[in-house]
T-cell receptor
Framework: AQKITQTQPGMFVQEKEAVTLDCTYD???????LFWYKQPSSGEMIFLIY????DEQNATEGRYSLNFQKARKSANLVISASQLGDSAMYFC??????????WGAGTKLIIKP | GAVVSQHPSWVICKSGTSVKIECRSL??????MFWYRQFPKQSLMLMATSNEGSKATYEQGVEKDKFLINHASLTLSTLTVTSAHPEDSSFYIC??????????FGQGTRLTVV
């Protein structure tokens, strides 16, 4: 079964440090998309970054980058120079068809001043 | 990016009453919208897929008579929680996709049934 695994339930990181949030996926499909979303305490989901399975380069969006290792089925999110406002839940998700998303359990990130 | 508006953002209702939640795509046409439910400290759970002009497809374990979904136009889908009970209290989020690279979410609705 297709599954998304986020092994870190929670993380504490010092402000201004870089942080890597782990995500592995399990699929035999050749075509898929990988997403990272941020969910602050307000509850809304904020799209951060997308990586297509055929994209050869790692996706980057500002301070966010996705470390895509296809052979290892890994799609880790890297946040550079963390800020206090980065404290939130982070969800990894994958889309295989018809835009449905398979979600990971999430990682609660807390940035310490 | 595209905008998806969800309304209301927060609602309290009495047990036994029905609550309607709206999800609108403001600047694009979404032929498919998704409804998710999130329990505290858990990931989102897909409830149903809403296709414009046809019946929604419900995930296993989701009561379609309790969670009525209507997708009457390319920009509006509604979720109605019928005869709500305290166990229906949750955070409900809709999403719509304009292309496969991004899925846009509404702000979410926090439902409390008392």
């Amino acid at each position: 079964a297709q599954k998304i695994t986020q092994t870190q339930p929670g993380m504490f990181v010092q402000e201004k440090e870089a942080v890597t949030l782990d995500c592995t996926y399990d699929t035999s499909d050749q075509s898929y998309g990988l997403f990272w979303y941020k969910q602050p305490s307000s509850g809304e989901m904020i799209f951060l970054i997308y990586q297509g399975s055929y994209d050869e380069q790692n996706a980057t969006e500002g301070r966010y980058s996705l470390n895509f290792q296809k052979a290892r089925k890994s799609a880790n999110l890297v946040i550079s120079a963390s800020q206090l406002g980065d404290s939130a839940m982070y969800f990894c998700a994958a889309s295989y068809s018809n835009y449905q998303l398979i979600w990971g359990a999430g990682t609660k990130l807390i940035i310490k001043p | 990016g595209a905008v998806v508006s969800q309304h209301p953002s927060w609602v309290i209702c009495k047990s036994g009453t029905s609550v309607k939640i709206e999800c609108r795509s403001l600047d694009f046409q979404a032929t498919t919208m998704f409804w998710y439910r999130q329990f505290p400290k858990q990931s989102l759970m897909l409830m149903a897929t809403s296709n414009e002009g046809s019946k929604a497809t419900y995930e296993q374990g989701v009561e379609k008579d309790k969670f009525l979904i209507n997708h009457a136009s390319l920009t509006l889908s509604t979720l109605t929680v019928t005869s709500a009970h305290p166990e229906d209290s949750s955070f409900y989020i809709c999403s719509a996709a304009d292309r496969e690279t991004e899925a846009f979410f509404g702000q979410g609705t926090r439902l409390t049934v008392v």
